[in-house]
């Protein structure tokens, strides 16, 4: 078993790996590198496969989201977890990132809830890319802006 940015990135030089990208995020992204995949030595490769799409260069965040399993979900943890992820969304506020990526889920979640951002997967993030269309303006222009 692989998590999926892993398993892409192994094959990142092959010619199957189609980096025939369409749009981009630019170069406002932050990265959350989540504390599983530091443990488990895979290191950051959904953020490594971002920066393959033209203009991305993101911005690492390296602290503890706080979140630790199941722990922030519990009454106990809750605000606990938020204390210990302080550091993490001041982090990812700092980066001034339109969109903001995380392999975790559970990390998601935790800015979410406590930073009021929703984060993308580096997968959705690569997929949209994918599309003409897939970085295009966040919000329909109103009848009164030309």
Known sequence: VMDAGEYLWSI????????SFESSPGDKVAYH???HLRAQGVGFKGR???????GVKP?????????DGTYAMTVEGFEASAKVGKKAFEGMKDADAEIWATDC?????????HAGVKPMHPMS???RAYEKDGFGPATPKKDDES
């Open 12 to 19: 990142r030089n092959e010619e199957r790996f189609d980096a």
């Open 33 to 35: 590198a989540p504390c």
């Open 48 to 54: 490594d496969l971002l920066r393959k799409i033209p």
């Open 59 to 67: 911005a690492t965040v390296m602290e503890c989201c706080g979140h």
């Open 105 to 113: 889920p559970l990390a998601a979640l935790q800015f979410q809830q």
């Open 125 to 127: 993030i690569l997929a």
